[in-house]
């Protein structure tokens, strides 16, 4: 591979590893896991309560750790869950006020996050690594789709 190309992607990696423990951190100091911090923000999208299957399938983890999650949630008043279906037999769930809430304040501190670091890049830099990223994952994808062909 291309070393500088090697490295860009290589440490794009890295910051997004790098966000990802600052908003994990970010979920600890409102009380929750980084698995009900991503729950909250997946049901905050949803309009309609989300039947449980769906939502594992969505996050890509068992049914029984989705319902683990959104039962710890319940007990903290942030997700209200129906009644089983009919006809799978499994509860929807959907966010309380209260989970909206705690949404927001998490939204807010990956906001203020971000803000702090646009601050203290170099805004032309990171309009060229943004034109060079979007270069590469274009690349990345006619490649993908002629290797299918």
Do not use: K, W, Y
């Amino acid at each position: 591979m291309n070393m500088p190309l090697e490295r860009l992607l290589i440490e794009t990696r890295r910051v997004h590893q790098a966000f990802d423990e600052a908003a994990g951190a970010g979920c600890t100091t409102l009380g929750l896991t980084t698995q009900e911090c991503a729950l909250l923000a997946l049901l905050g999208r949803e309009r309609q309560p989300v039947d449980v299957d769906s939502l594992a399938r969505t996050a890509l983890v068992p049914r029984s750790q989705m319902l683990e999650t959104l039962r710890r949630l319940q007990v903290r008043g942030c997700v209200d869950l129906q009644s089983p279906d009919m006809v799978t037999g499994h509860p929807a769930a959907s966010l309380s006020a209260a989970g909206r809430d705690l949404l927001r304040r998490h939204e807010s501190r990956d906001r203020a996050l971000m803000q702090r670091l646009a601050g203290a890049v170099d805004a032309d830099a990171l309009q060229a690594t943004f034109a060079t990223l979007r270069n590469v994952r274009r690349l990345l994808q006619r490649e993908g789709a002629a290797i299918g062909e």
